[in-house]
């Protein structure tokens, strides 16, 4: 069964980096692409990025001066990090395998 | 970047209603355009994969149509559990684009 969960912090500092990790199982990374989206509070979804079966990245353009997305394929473990965050990073953050499957998401908020 | 222009943004139609949401890409972008339904609280559910290629365990009342720039997503025939938000996704490059959204609800 696929499945996919977010973890990270609720609450992110302004100028602070956003660390978030997607665990996943019933698949593996090295045959299935991981893409992270997001949706502010009441907006819709904004793609941020994805790590690819190979291990290479593709990055929003609008994000991606702030942004990196790694994995470690023995923990089955997909990584986000982003800084210099802002009140305009506030949003729910989901992985998803290759739109397929989504996990629950998390939601961030940044404010001091 | 590849835009997608979703419409309409509010649909408001009755039970048995027939039901087109559209999306315009600013680009070809071939067939490779998806369909997801989200509700409330939940994560996105994807109903249409490849303009028109229904994904597992959706009702067949839910179909796409479309290619290159214009794309369609059509309920025949529209049930109380239908109402939520759908998004358009494009994955022709390398990254993605979705729609702004269109929040269906009844009449």
């Known amino acids: 069964q696929v499945q996919l969960k977010e973890s990270g912090p609720g609450l992110v500092q302004p100028s602070q980096t956003l660390s978030l990790t997607c665990t996943v199982s019933?698949?593996?990374?090295?045959?299935?692409?991981v893409h992270w989206v997001r949706q502010p509070p009441g907006k819709g979804l904004e793609w941020v990025g994805a790590?690819?079966?190979?291990?290479?990245?593709d990055y929003n353009s609008a994000l991606k001066s702030r942004l990196s997305i790694s994995r470690d394929t023995s923990k089955s473990q997909v990584f986000l990090k982003m800084n210099s965050l802002q009140t305009e990073d506030t949003a729910i953050y989901f992985c998803?395998?290759?739109?397929?499957?989504w996990g629950q998401g998390v939601m961030v908020t940044v404010s001091s | 970047d590849i835009q997608m222009t979703q419409s309409p943004s509010f649909l408001s139609a009755s039970v048995g209603d027939r039901v087109t949401i559209n999306c315009k890409a600013s680009?070809?972008?071939?067939?490779?355009l998806d369909w997801y339904q989200q509700k409330l609280g939940e994560a996105p559910k994807l109903l249409i994969y490849n303009t028109n290629s229904l994904h597992t365990g959706i009702p067949s009342r839910f179909s796409g149509s479309g290619s290159g720039t214009d794309f369609t997503l059509t309920i025949s025939s529209l049930q109380p559990e239908d109402v939520a938000t759908y998004f358009c996704?494009?994955?022709?490059?390398?990254?993605?684009?979705f729609g702004g959204g269109t929040k269906l609800e009844l009449k």
């Open positions: 790590i690819w079966s190979g291990g290479s990245t």
């Open positions: 998803t395998r290759r739109g397929y499957n």
């Open positions: 996704l494009q994955h022709n490059s390398g990254s993605w684009t």
């Open positions: 680009q070809n972008i071939n067939k490779y």
């Open positions: 019933g698949f593996s990374l090295t045959s299935n692409s």
